[in-house]
């Protein structure tokens, strides 16, 4: 796991919280090593996931909060259905479920079953600690006047504050796990930048490893899968674009998901094309159509027709959950 912090305790952005998903995440992980000292080693890695002998996974980001009593709880990327696949444990003492708090949360502990009821949702949307992402809040771009050394208002810029955050990478290849290490955590340069505005100091981050999620999960028996089994629910820890193969694999109707629109570039007939993208937004609930092993989706453009290298895989990112 990877902890994105700063010196402050809070990262300043210039895109909200929500933009910075599994796939930018992957993007600029992807984006460093190109640039690294490692580049001539790329086209490796990248012929070893088209070949499906190695995978890179990145979870969305989520939150950590460390309570005196029950210790380290993570706070993980929900959405509305997730609540609907599991919504018979949130039922109150009259039998109802509260979907007007439900709509208002986007992370929750899934990892501590014992929160399943109302009354912890409740807790959730009136807790003050538990607001993890803040913001927005406006910066004012001023113009200083050399003739008269006053300052004038030039346009205002819209930020955001988020607290520091968590992801996960998952891989099994040596090699890229080597170079991901000595990139990421340079300690000479270990200071990254994501979002816009890098310029005057937003997006600033640094990434620090950090283990006790993981360590957590396998206590709980909720590993990391590649191998999925028939009819059985998976938390969908990454935004997944739904490709014809993505599509054909998932029981749309026992499942419960958000979608989500991005936009992006795709190759068609060595042609880059504008191209809107649909994902399974993470936080929902995944069920399979069959046993099956799942395999590497990639977005891929090359140089040599489009003056730059861009690389993107990405794989279901999926927990085990109970029924």
Request: some cysteine; overall charge positive.
């Amino acid at each position: 796991m990877i902890s994105g912090t700063n010196d402050s305790g809070l990262i300043n952005l210039a895109i909200p919280f929500s933009q910075l998903d599994s796939l930018r995440l992957s993007a600029y992980l992807l984006f460093r090593l190109f640039k690294s000292e490692y580049s001539d080693r790329m086209n490796e890695v990248i012929e070893r996931i088209e070949k499906n002998k190695t995978y890179l996974m990145v979870s969305s980001p989520f939150f950590l909060v460390n309570d005196d009593k029950s210790g380290p709880q993570y706070y993980l990327p929900v959405n509305f259905g997730f609540f609907s696949y599991y919504q018979e444990k949130f039922r109150d003492e009259n039998g109802e479920i509260p979907n007007k708090e439900i709509k208002k949360i986007r992370y929750f502990p899934i990892l501590q079953e014992k929160f399943y009821n109302s009354g912890f949702i409740r807790e959730l949307v009136t807790n003050e600690k538990l607001r993890f992402e803040y913001g927005p809040f406006f910066r004012v771009k001023n113009l200083i006047n050399r003739n008269n050394f006053k300052s004038e208002r030039v346009y205002t810029i819209e930020n955001y504050y988020v607290n520091p955050f968590r992801f996960i990478i998952e891989t099994n290849d040596v090699v890229l796990e080597e170079m991901l290490k000595k990139v990421m955590f340079n300690q000479n340069d270990s200071t990254h930048f994501l979002g816009k505005r890098i310029s005057i100091g937003f997006g600033k981050v640094k990434f620090r490893h950090d283990y006790r999620l993981l360590m957590e999960m396998r206590k709980l028996g909720k590993n990391i899968v590649r191998k999925v089994e028939k009819d059985v629910p998976y938390y969908l820890f990454n935004r997944l674009p739904i490709t014809g193969k993505i599509a054909n694999i998932i029981d749309a109707e026992k499942s419960s998901y958000e979608l989500v629109k991005i936009s992006g570039y795709f190759v068609e007939d060595k042609t880059l094309i504008g191209r809107n993208m649909i994902c399974f937004r993470e936080g929902s609930i995944l069920v399979f159509k069959e046993d099956i092993e799942l395999e590497n989706g990639i977005y891929k453009l090359r140089k040599i027709e489009h003056h730059k290298d861009y690389f993107l895989p990405y794989t279901p990112f999926l927990i085990k959950m109970g029924v």
